[in-house]
């Protein structure tokens, strides 16, 4: 295993190496000059990295495609519409169910990776992390306004594996806005829903850009937006009389700048010194995590729609872009710092979840990453063939007073922990670091194959091999098969390995094999040897593209997933001090064996001239945990989305869409105590159709607007079963995009 020390020289070794590169740009600029006026610069190859972007488990959302189908807030609400993705709450306990984030292929929205512009956000890894998985998180897809958007790329399956730990399900890339002449642009969005007991959206934001000479360029950006809170009684009708109300969605309020500055150090040289600042505050809805009946602490913040919790995100990052004679390459270095600030939560019985207290603590937690990517054609066997070589490093600390706070009951003694919690050491750190290779070689002429292989070496859990091959046969000028192997894994977080993180619960939260002595609870503590989640990914499939327009895919995918992580029902110790009855001691544990599979496709074609179609589906035919059964998310059976465009007039789009969901099954075994919950109720199938206009005014003014869920299907969340969030009915929303 990698030491701590070791990893530590190792990160070192790679940012030197990465500093002194950009240290050599100047000798590499005159290089390329040189070469540029012999004209021997800009050898174009296809990498392996764009050979696998087009593969069936990738999916691309346009500008285009944000203006026909805005957002009212957050990026996940047209990413859920790609084929393989839904969204979910962040474990199959339904808990903080309506925190919905991106879920790929039924791995969990832990196994979903976000990058915006190529490097990873790691914000919500500084959220606690529940017995069930849960974290009270909206995700990493909310740090970037719609507005300032090119493109997302959404990557699912073995094509996404090549990005490290946190891509066994999929990885999302967003890609903002790089203008190359003088621009200034604003927008503004509202959106109001037809029902009151619903929050309304407001949000304004602003983007300029151009040279500042013959070497430079710069781009700021802004953004607000404030979406309001359900009502406290949105969901009173979905429950019995005089049973406590779920909460329904909590608001936010975005507050976020960038600023870019460019550098052309010389042709085909790109230096990028960047700076971001992101705020995202809760309008807190009342949620208690387990649906109880609200203290009166949590009444009196929801009534006053106070802010309960707010996460800054801080970016610093210098990025090179460079082409070479023999090849380009990537390099960054990045800094990324998040401080998660919230109330105080009850940890055990007070209840479990739920504000306790007008204290807030933060939790801080740095995330460096550098990464090195280089790409030289090559010939190998006389075949031609791309070789991409690569280094990576990320480096994880999380500083937290907050959730250590938990004291151990009179007489419990947890080995290798300190009972008083003034005595446990806040900061907890692990370093990774990665090599890989991969090579996109044109076999024959209808045959492409993409090997690779990656190895990462942590301070942790020690080390992951994981190799991959992805490949294309072109059968005919319509049909192409495509296919793919890749294992994939994850780095077990923080919370889950930090032995001075005690989770204490009452008696109803102990495993039924082994409950309370005399109700007193039972803990759960990181465990420092936990091995990393690895998942080994499977597609397969066709893709027809004819003459006529006509274009779709079918792919079957099938994912093993191994060392799952999840909380122990087996105490380590039968208590963590028998002779008083202190309760049993519990903590996280690798489990054997779970698997994910299904089938997706997708068909579009125009009709006529006027009018296209785009329909995709998902149908998950297997998404358990083999040891009991259960899901691993909450997702439906099927997902089907469809859309019409009608390219009315030059400046006129008319977009009607729908999305079919079909039957969401809940767990019949409760993943905290391993017996039965109150409700298996499913969610039924349901239909959302929506209605949008895109007009341009002229080149520099766009105006849109339309009905989501047009025909009013609005659902509660009742807590029962797999009724564990909110769909919000019919609303309505205006645009406006202008640029100067």
């Not at 349901?686 to 047009?710: E, F, H, K, M, P």
Request: one cysteine or more; aromatic letters at 8%.
């Amino acid at each position: 295993m990698l030491t701590s020390k070791s990893a530590l020289v190792s990160g070192t070794a790679l940012g030197l190496f990465l500093v002194a590169g950009f240290f050599s740009l100047p000798a590499l600029a005159q290089t390329a000059e040189e070469d540029s006026e012999e004209g021997n610069l800009g050898t174009i190859v296809l990498s392996a990295e764009e050979q696998i972007k087009q593969s069936l488990g990738s999916s691309n959302i346009t500008g285009d495609d944000l203006a026909r189908t805005p957002v009212s807030n957050d990026l996940s609400e047209i990413i859920r519409k790609m084929p393989g993705v839904n969204l979910t709450g962040t474990s199959a306990s339904g808990q903080r169910g309506n925190q919905r984030q991106i879920d790929i292929r039924g791995m969990g929205p832990e196994n979903t990776l976000i990058l915006i512009d190529g490097k990873p956000v790691l914000s919500r890894n500084s959220v606690r992390m529940g017995r069930s998985g849960e974290r009270d998180s909206r995700g990493d897809s909310n740090w970037v306004a719609p507005e300032l958007v090119e493109r997302i790329e959404v990557l699912r399956g073995p094509a996404a594996a090549r990005y490290g730990s946190g891509s066994a399900g999929g990885v999302v890339n967003i890609i903002t806005k790089r203008p190359d002449t003088q621009i200034t642009s604003i927008g503004l969005h509202y959106g109001w829903p037809q029902s009151g007991d619903e929050g309304s959206t407001g949000r304004v934001n602003f983007m300029t850009a151009g040279p500042l000479g013959e070497r430079l360029s710069f781009r700021l950006t802004g953004n607000y937006n404030k979406t309001e809170a359900d009502s406290l009684t949105i969901n009173e009708d979905a429950v019995a009389p005089g049973a406590a109300v779920p909460a329904g969605r909590e608001g936010v309020t975005n507050r976020d700048f960038g600023a870019l500055l460019t550098w052309h150090a010389a042709d085909g040289h790109d230096i990028d010194f960047e700076y971001s600042y992101g705020r995202q505050g809760n309008i807190f809805a009342g949620d208690t995590q387990n649906s109880i009946a609200p203290t009166t602490i949590v009444g009196d913040l929801a009534a006053s729609g106070a802010e309960t919790n707010r996460m800054t995100r801080s970016v610093f990052g210098v990025t090179h872009r460079g082409e070479y004679d023999f090849g380009k390459s990537f390099s960054y270095v990045q800094l990324e710092t998040t401080k998660n600030t919230r109330n105080l939560e009850a940890l055990a019985g007070g209840p479990e979840g739920s504000i306790n207290s007008d204290e807030k603590s933060t939790i801080t937690l740095d995330n460096f990453n550098a990464k090195t990517e280089w790409v030289i054609p090559v010939s190998i066997g006389g075949k031609e063939t791309s070789l991409t070589l690569g280094a990576e490093y990320r480096r994880e600390k999380k500083d937290d007073l907050a959730t250590l706070r938990q004291a151990t009951l009179p007489g419990v003694v947890i080995p290798g922990t300190p009972t008083d919690p003034a005595d446990r050491n806040p900061i907890s750190k692990q370093s990774m670091l990665s090599l890989y290779a991969e090579a996109n070689i044109y076999w024959t002429e209808s045959l492409t194959l993409t090997p690779g292989v990656r190895l990462d070496q942590a301070s942790t859990f020690g080390s992951n091999f994981s190799p991959s091959l992805n490949g294309t046969w072109v059968i005919n000028n319509e049909w192409t098969m495509k296919f793919g192997v890749a294992r994939a894994f994850k780095a077990p977080n923080l919370f889950q390995m930090d032995e001075d993180y005690v989770y204490y619960t009452m008696g109803i939260g102990c495993p039924i094999n082994y409950p309370a002595n005399g109700g007193v609870g039972c803990y759960v503590v990181g465990n420092p040897d936990l091995k990393a989640e690895t998942s080994v990914n499977k597609e397969i499939g066709f893709a027809y593209e004819g003459a006529n327009g006509l274009t779709g895919s079918f792919t079957y995918f099938h994912n093993d997933y191994k060392n799952r992580i999840a909380t122990g029902l087996t105490p380590i110790t039968n208590a963590a001090n028998p002779t008083t009855g202190a309760g049993h001691l519990l903590q996280w544990e690798n489990t054997p064996e779970a698997v994910v599979a299904g089938i997706e496709g997708n068909i579009a074609f125009p009709i006529g001239e006027q009018f296209d179609f785009n329909a995709n589906f998902t149908h998950m035919t297997e998404s358990k945990n083999k040891q009991n059964g259960q899901p691993l998310s909450l997702i439906p059976d099927y997902t089907i989305n469809a859309s019409v465009n009608w390219y009315a007039t030059e400046q006129l789009t008319v977009t009607t869409s729908a999305t079919h969901y079909g039957k969401i099954k809940a767990a019949t075994i409760t993943a905290t105590t391993g017996g039965t919950p109150n409700s298996t109720e499913p969610r039924e199938s349901y239909t959302i159709a929506n209605l949008g206009v895109v007009y341009d005014l002229n080149d520099t003014t766009r105006i849109s607007g339309g009905v989501t869920n047009l025909f009013d299907k609005q659902l509660f969340r009742s807590a029962a079963g797999a009724n564990t969030f909110n769909e919000p009915g019919r609303a309505f929303y205006v645009s406006l995009n202008k640029s100067f």
